[in-house]
């Protein structure tokens, strides 16, 4: 079935620096990314919806110029969590769809800032 | 607006008996799918589930099947037959039928299979 590819899987970094977080549809055209973030026993928390070739569109209160979403071709969407925070440390989720009305998630991303 | 509430946020259950969890939502719109998602320790997010809202009949999957009551707008999710592997968060979602595909999801219930 379809694929999606997230990487990496996990990643620690240092305050103030950046890190980029990437999901490739394999096997299909992903129009439309969705990005989640989901914080220990929670549930997931969307925080932006990427469309190829245009602007995200952000959930109310998620800051666009530290999350940053590009979603340039129609395989590949990326999240750069820029000059992150010991707060931004969370496990972050892409998900899209195929032909049909399924949902396919990435594996999601562990981020800590240290 | 549309909400998806999980009542039970922890619920245990003995290997090989049944458990029932319950999913209740709010939409405004006529035509919308339902899902239930499993996220295990791994946290990949694995598809349980589905109902179309105009579809009468409720969907099952193996040991899994859902009580969908539409005008009371509840998706129960029954597990028969509760296995150590059934262990896991399981999420409710709405998602409406238009063009629109974002999903709302309910906070989540932590099943634990017990042997």
């Known amino acids: 079935g379809a694929v999606v590819s997230q990487h990496p899987s996990r990643v620690i970094c240092k305050s103030g620096t950046s890190v980029k977080i990437e999901c490739r549809s394999l096997d299909f055209q992903a129009t439309t990314m969705f990005w989640y973030r989901q914080f220990p026993k929670q549930s997931l928390m969307l925080m932006a919806t990427?469309?190829?070739?245009?602007?995200?569109?952000?959930e109310q209160g998620v800051e666009k110029d530290k999350f940053l979403i590009n979603h340039a071709s129609l395989t590949l969407s990326t999240l750069t969590v820029t000059s992150a925070h010991p707060e931004d440390s969370s496990f972050y989720i892409c998900?899209?769809?195929?032909?049909?009305?399924?949902?396919?998630f990435g594996q999601g991303t562990r981020l800590t800032v240290v | 607006a549309q909400t998806v509430t999980q009542s039970q946020p922890e619920m245990s259950v003995q290997e090989a008996e049944t458990v029932t969890l319950s999913c209740t939502y709010d939409?405004?719109?006529?035509?919308?799918?339902l899902f239930w998602y499993k996220q295990p320790p791994s946290r990949q997010m694995i598809l349980v589930i589905r109902?179309?809202?105009?579809?009468?009949q409720n969907a099952t999957e193996n040991r899994f099947s859902v009580n969908f009551q539409k005008a009371a707008k509840s998706f129960s999710l029954k597990i028969s037959d509760s296995q150590l592997g059934d262990t896991a968060m399981y999420f409710c979602a709405l998602r409406s039928g238009g063009s629109n595909y974002k999903l709302t999801f309910g906070k989540g219930t932590l099943l634990t299979v017990n042997p």
């Open positions: 939409t405004s719109e006529s035509n919308y799918y």
């Open positions: 109902q179309e809202a105009y579809k009468q």
């Open positions: 990427s469309n190829e070739g245009s602007k995200a569109t952000y």
């Open positions: 998900s899209t769809y195929g032909t049909n009305t399924e949902a396919f």
